[in-house]
């Protein structure tokens, strides 16, 4: 099957607009004839849901938490990019499709980047429409900052919950279209296959995670809106409850899974205190714009704060490496955040890390709390050389940037970042891999699209902060509800599919066979007892930096724990009740396939790209050593049983906007 | 390259590791009755949080054969709202503005006898032991918690209209609400009052939740109401363990916009 991504004819600017003008659309009347499932609410599933809801459709909405106010977008931090040029800094949309390209070094299909770019304005003025309260200046207007691989502000926030206000804005007009009975809401579901009538996507089943009950849902189109699969790494900034299911099962129904490996490495995450942790949290990039990173220049140094000999207030400042300011002057502390991941390592690697394990650098804020003090000061005419006065005020300043970031900080760690440095280390937090799409969102199954981080398309191989966001709402809100339609069209007379074709019972069969199996298989080791084996494994072999040696251990070794998972897994309790650790162990048992396919992709893309580092591939300097004239495509992978059967597809990658150069932050 | 990823070793041994009584609330299904059962459980470091406790304990059921407790919890970073719990008589536990995700056990000392419960409201029916069903909260917004604007994109520019900062940061702080029902498990009336005014006034402070102020107060309030939750009578308990900090000065706020709009007829 050849790969057709449907990019419209026309200069790169008047893309979107020609395609606009030329599909098909369906007319309000028969909208209501019109049935579409979609699964996730964070702020891609979320916005579509709403949207769809508003323009006529029936819209049925799946969630695995118990509201859609819960999905996990609500976790994103630091704001959301958008090319308004409100501070009048050079930026535009040319800009922004440009950084997002280059930040996701020269990996993502340009037509989408720059559709991407085009509909980020509206995406605030919708949001400040629905009420979002974004952070504002004294002045009444709109306030910006700035993010990693970007020299403009361009970003907009809400203190350090942006994600919460704007899943909170998709949520509301969710809520409106659910009181209006327009969209039918089943919280507490999880989506467990795919129904496929006439080779297209017809239906869903799900399981009701309250009573165990297999439903089968019918629809025209299915979206699939299920977030990422970081947790394939056990440990990451995702919520518990992240999974790869719904995409998983998708790619087994015929949906190409595109470059697995692609996953972002967060810099700045609170270090790993100890083996019963179950989750890493996330302190957001916008903390680069105020602090500075380092350790101690000397290893000596670094060994004696490991020991609590030393405190990092105790370094002179000649002592001090701020190693990415060192490294990339132009960018400093706001380079991407593949580059300050792996500078990170690299120092920690050398012996220079700073917490017990060895594995975490300094964020420091002392300078900016200097810097804003003494601007205060002047402001209200006190002396500026008073050191008190100045820590004071600055103290606030930044408290008032950041002040639930700090106190997030101080809960976990019971320190003070106040007066003594943050440490930070990266984490997995975002997977730019996912379901492959064509330019209309729709996967390689006609009528199963996918939206925000569960497909590929936007980010190429690493993502910009503040992106995912602007993605999510852009596809949920502006892109998927013009091509779906696009799509709908011919379907206006079919009427309600029936649930009780052959498809779906062939589908529920097999999932509440993989149900009996997990049940009454006689183990007796928790689920995870072997998600944390799976991400220990991905972590070594799979993560910050690979090599072809351990990529070969990993494939085997993760098939290797597969069988022992189904042979060993036990699950308490019943099939036909409120069970998590059923629930659990289907996900798990899906991340065991991922993971194999994953380590798969890292092991054939000879290159290094973005957040996918292979230590046979790099410059002297030790940055990412990309090969264009062979790996400047999209790996597609085509499932056919077990992972290491899968069939590479190759989408060419072509860049007629954007020159393709080596990447340079320097 | 070295890791610190964990193996699957709950009897990591660590010299501050503490063994703790737990007494938890058990409770098959929404018509069964529910019972305190005990249990102990050790191995547990002070940097551990309390839902990771709870993992614990639960994987050391599985290996022994018995049911694992059911609890919520999701994002474990205090922004989800998922997790809930009554720890020892207080909603999220002992320590002031956090949720249970983010309660650690360094608040907790080697010995101690911890009360689990769940948010208990006629209004938050248990699904299972420590897991109840808070969908109310859900009816009330879909009942006006909203502006209702279409959400296809050709609205106004996001700065055509300023807003005062004061007022745009205050608004903020009523839409932190994570919607996580300690206000309600507090109050001894059951009230949903703090919830329901954070949303209320964080539309009426911006200039685009005042077209609809009146419709959407007595919708949300009349929805609150026909759900079941209690009437306030100003006890400041919700304020106090809310674990965004949410101000009772939103209840006098909402009082304010109910008048307002009862007026109006």
């Known amino acids: 099957m050849a790969l057709d991504s449907k990019i419209p004819e026309g200069s790169i600017s008047d893309k979107w607009t020609n395609y606009k003008d030329h599909i098909n659309l369906v007319n309000p009347a028969n ?330 650098v300094y964020l420091d804020f002392a300078a900016a709390i200097q810097r804003y003090g003494v601007d205060q000061a002047r402001l209200k005419h006190l002396d500026e050389n008073d050191s008190a006065t100045v820590i004071k005020l600055g103290t606030e300043v930044v408290a008032n940037k950041y002040g639930n970031l700090f106190q997030m900080y101080e809960k976990i760690v019971d320190e003070d970042p106040y007066t003594t440095p943050m440490m930070i280390y990266p984490a997995v937090h975002y997977t730019m891999g996912g379901t492959w799409v064509d330019y209309n969102l729709q996967t390689t199954i006609p009528g199963c699209f996918s939206i925000g981080e569960s497909n590929f398309s936007d980010h190429g191989a690493n993502r910009l902060g503040a992106s995912a966001l602007m993605q999510g709402l852009a596809d949920g809100y502006f892109v998927l509800p013009y091509t779906i339609g696009d799509y709908l069209a011919p379907d206006i007379k079919m009427g309600t599919i029936s649930t009780d074709l052959p498809e779906f019972e062939e589908a529920e069969k097999n999932v509440i066979a993989q149900i009996n199996q997990l049940m009454n298989n006689g183990g007796s080791k928790p689920a995870d007892y072997f998600h944390k084996k799976l991400g220990k494994i991905m972590w070594d072999k799979v993560g910050m930096a690979r090599n072809e040696k351990g990529l070969i251990e990993a494939q085997a070794e993760i098939a290797q724990i597969r069988e022992e998972f189904y042979k060993e897994v036990k699950i308490p309790g019943t099939a036909d009740s409120f069970n998590p650790e059923l629930a659990k162990a289907l996900r798990v048992a899906d991340f065991l396939e991922l993971g194999e396919l994953f380590a798969k992709d890292a092991l054939h893309r000879n290159e290094s790209c973005g957040g996918h580092f292979r230590e046979e591939y790099q410059t002297p300097e030790g940055e990412a050593q990309r090969d264009d004239e062979n790996f400047a495509y999209v790996a597609a992978w085509e499932y056919k049983g077990n992972p290491s059967d899968a069939v590479l597809h190759k989408e060419e990658l072509k860049f007629e906007n954007v020159k393709l150069v080596q990447r340079s932050y320097k | 390259m070295s890791s610190c990823q964990p193996t699957f070793d709950f009897k990591t041994f660590n010299r501050n590791n503490m063994k703790l009584n737990l007494k938890i609330w058990r409770q098959e299904n929404a018509k069964a009755k529910g019972k305190m059962v005990d249990y102990t459980v050790d191995h547990i470091e002070p940097d551990m949080s309390f839902l990771e406790m709870l993992d614990i304990l639960n994987d050391q059921l599985i290996v022994k054969g018995q049911d694992t407790v059911a609890f919520d919890h999701d994002c474990r970073e205090g922004i989800c709202g998922m997790c809930s719990l009554y720890i020892n008589g207080e909603a999220h536990g002992p320590d002031r503005l956090v949720t249970t995700c983010q309660l650690h056990m360094r608040k907790f000392k080697d010995g101690d006898t911890i009360y689990i ?137 909402m009082n304010r916009e109910y008048l307002a709009a009862s007026l109006k007829g």
């Not at chain 1, 609410?41 to 106010?69: H, I, M, W």
């Not at chain 1, 995409?247 to 609170?270: E, L, S």
């Not at chain 1, 390592?345 to 917490?355: I, L, T, Y």
């Not at chain 2, 006006?144 to 055509?160: E, K, L």
Request: charged content about 20%; some cysteine; overall charge positive.
């Open chain 1, 31 to 360: 909208k209501r004839n019109l049935d579409v499932i979609i699964v996730g609410t964070g702020l891609a599933g979320g916005s579509a849901a709403a949207t769809l809801a508003e323009l006529g459709y029936n819209v049925k909405a799946f969630c695995f938490q118990d509201s859609p106010r819960r999905a996990h977008s609500i976790a994103a931090q630091g704001g959301i990019n958008a090319a308004k040029n409100y501070q009048g800094d050079g930026d535009s949309t040319f800009r922004l499709f440009y950084d997002t390209v280059k930040g996701g070094d020269y990996r993502a299909r340009e037509a989408n980047v720059h559709r991407l770019a085009e509909v980020s304005t509206n995406i605030i003025d919708q949001c400040v429409a629905q009420g979002v309260p974004f952070a504002r200046e004294y002045g009444g207007l709109l306030d910006n900052r700035s993010f990693g691989g970007t020299l403009v502000s361009r970003t907009f926030y809400a203190k350090g919950q942006t994600g919460q206000q704007l899943l909170l804005g998709a949520y509301s007009a969710m809520n409106r279209q659910i009181g209006r009975g327009k969209i039918k809401m089943h919280n507490r579901h999880e989506m467990l296959d795919l129904v496929i009538v006439d080779g297209k996507a017809r239906g869903i089943i799900a399981r009701d995670l309250i009573t165990g009950k297999i439903e089968r849902h019918s629809a025209h189109a299915v979206v699939i809106a299920s977030g990422g699969y970081g947790n394939v790494f056990f440990l990451s900034t995702n919520a518990m409850g992240s999974n790869v299911t719904a995409a998983w099962k998708i790619h087994k129904r015929g949906a190409f899974f595109a470059n697995p490996c692609y996953t972002q490495i967060h810099p700045t995450c609170i270090p790993v205190s100890g083996d019963h942790q179950a989750k890493l949290t996330l302190m957001s990039e916008s903390l680069r714009n105020d602090g500075r990173i380092w350790v101690p220049a000397k290893v000596e140094d670094a060994k004696a704060i490991r020991e609590g000999k030393l405190k990092p207030t105790q370094i002179a400042e000649a002592d001090r490496d701020y190693f990415l300011e060192r490294r990339y002057p132009a960018f400093g502390n706001l380079v991407p955040r593949d580059i300050a991941s792996r500078a990170a390592k690299e120092r920690c690697d050398a012996g220079h890390g700073v917490n017990k394990t060895g594995e975490a």
């Open chain 2, 117 to 253: 419960e769940p948010f208990r409201a006629k209004a938050f029916p248990v699904i299972k032991d420590l897991v109840v069903d808070r969908s109310a909260f859900d009816r009330i917004q879909q009942s006006g918690g909203f502006v209702s604007v279409n959400t296809s994109g050709n609205t106004i520019d996001a700065n055509s209209i300023p807003i005062p900062k004061a007022d745009a940061d205050r608004a903020f702080d009523a839409a932190t609400c994570i919607g996580c029902g300690a206000c309600v498990a507090t109050c001894k009336n059951s009230s949903a009052m703090l919830f329901v005014s954070a949303k209320v006034s964080q539309f009426a402070l911006l200039p685009q939740g005042k077209v609809e102020a009146t419709d959407r107060v007595m919708n949300m309030v009349s929805q609150m109401d026909a759900e079941g939750f209690g009437n306030c009578t100003n006890t400041g308990a919700c304020e106090v363990e809310c674990p965004k900090g949410i101000s009772l000065d939103f209840i006098a706020q």
